[in-house]
């Protein structure tokens, strides 16, 4: 059944009624915000930042080109995004959390990127852009908390520029049945604990790894992304199927 005709959504293991999802996943944000960055090189040993170098070069920017990063949180991707355009360019970072979106704001200023980015509180389902205004548009990690992703799918290719390109980056499903038994063990044991220790909050650590796996796999958001209107989409698995990238293109 297609997201938006659910009267429920998933708020990891659990259903919930549909229009509660988006203030949980609010409320998840705003308690770990402060040690987000911590936490993730915590979590994946660094190794974040590697994939999110993978999908940054993928982008094909050059300068003076206007890219849009969904749900960009504490700024990784936006940051790579506002070099790869230059000062002639625009980069908007967009996050439907507040708090997050300071933390973003705050950490590019500090990197001195000031004159080429700008910042906006805005739902991926109904993103409050013109039509064909980016070359390019990114979210990582963060199409698993959205509602509707079939809705946030479309949103952003509406967005797109003719020519543009769409990338999503987001944990995915292990190609591998030894190591998603690890990867299981770590996530449901290790994760709850460090984030009880480190930002003083299991239970929201414990969403975010039951909403990994109630992800689409990487074939079903391939088909996704096609039903959105994409086209020449593929992904790239990364550590094994841990993390995708996956692309496609507004013709």
């Given at each position: 059944?297609?997201?938006?005709?659910?009267?429920?959504a998933?708020?990891?293991?659990?259903e919930i009624?549909?229009?509660?999802?988006?203030?949980?996943v609010?409320?998840?944000?705003d308690?770990?915000?402060d040690?987000y960055?911590l936490?993730?090189?915590?979590m994946?040993?660094g190794?974040?930042?590697?994939?999110k170098?993978?999908?940054?070069?993928l982008?094909?920017?050059v300068?003076?080109?206007?890219?849009l990063?969904v749900a960009?949180g504490?700024?990784?991707?936006?940051?790579?995004?506002?070099r790869?355009?230059g000062?002639?360019g625009?980069?908007v970072l967009a996050?439907?959390n507040?708090?997050m979106?300071r933390?973003g704001?705050?950490?590019l200023i500090?990197e001195?990127l000031t004159s080429?980015?700008?910042?906006v509180?805005a739902?991926?389902e109904?993103l409050?852009?013109?039509?064909?205004?980016?070359?390019?548009?990114?979210?990582?990690?963060?199409?698993?908390?959205?509602t509707?992703?079939?809705?946030?799918?479309?949103?952003m290719?509406r967005?797109l520029?003719?020519?543009?390109?769409l990338?999503?980056?987001?944990?995915s499903?292990?190609?591998l049945?030894?190591?998603s038994?690890?990867?299981?063990?770590y996530?449901?044991?290790?994760?709850p604990?460090l984030?009880?220790?480190?930002?003083?909050?299991?239970?929201s650590?414990?969403?975010?790894?039951?909403?990994?796996?109630r992800?689409?796999?990487?074939p079903?958001?391939l088909?996704m992304?096609?039903?959105a209107?994409f086209?020449?989409?593929r992904?790239?698995?990364l550590?094994?199927?841990?993390?995708?990238v996956?692309?496609?293109?507004?013709?």
């Amino acid at each position: 059944m297609d997201e938006q005709r659910r009267d429920t959504a998933d708020f990891g293991f659990r259903e919930i009624p549909r229009a509660e999802k988006a203030r949980r996943v609010r409320g998840v944000f705003d308690s770990v915000a402060d040690r987000y960055d911590l936490m993730n090189d915590l979590m994946s040993g660094g190794a974040h930042r590697l994939w999110k170098q993978f999908a940054l070069r993928l982008t094909g920017l050059v300068r003076g080109a206007q890219a849009l990063d969904v749900a960009g949180g504490t700024g990784d991707l936006a940051s790579g995004l506002a070099r790869q355009v230059g000062h002639e360019g625009l980069v908007v970072l967009a996050d439907i959390n507040g708090r997050m979106l300071r933390h973003g704001r705050d950490r590019l200023i500090d990197e001195g990127l000031t004159s080429n980015v700008q910042y906006v509180q805005a739902d991926a389902e109904r993103l409050p852009f013109a039509e064909h205004s980016f070359h390019c548009v990114t979210i990582g990690f963060g199409l698993r908390n959205v509602t509707d992703k079939n809705a946030a799918l479309r949103s952003m290719f509406r967005v797109l520029r003719p020519g543009g390109q769409l990338l999503v980056l987001e944990f995915s499903k292990p190609v591998l049945p030894a190591l998603s038994r690890l990867y299981d063990l770590y996530s449901f044991s290790v994760l709850p604990r460090l984030g009880s220790i480190v930002a003083g909050d299991a239970d929201s650590y414990r969403y975010l790894a039951e909403s990994i796996r109630r992800h689409p796999d990487q074939p079903t958001l391939l088909r996704m992304l096609q039903q959105a209107g994409f086209e020449d989409c593929r992904y790239h698995n990364l550590m094994g199927g841990i993390v995708a990238v996956h692309r496609g293109y507004r013709y």
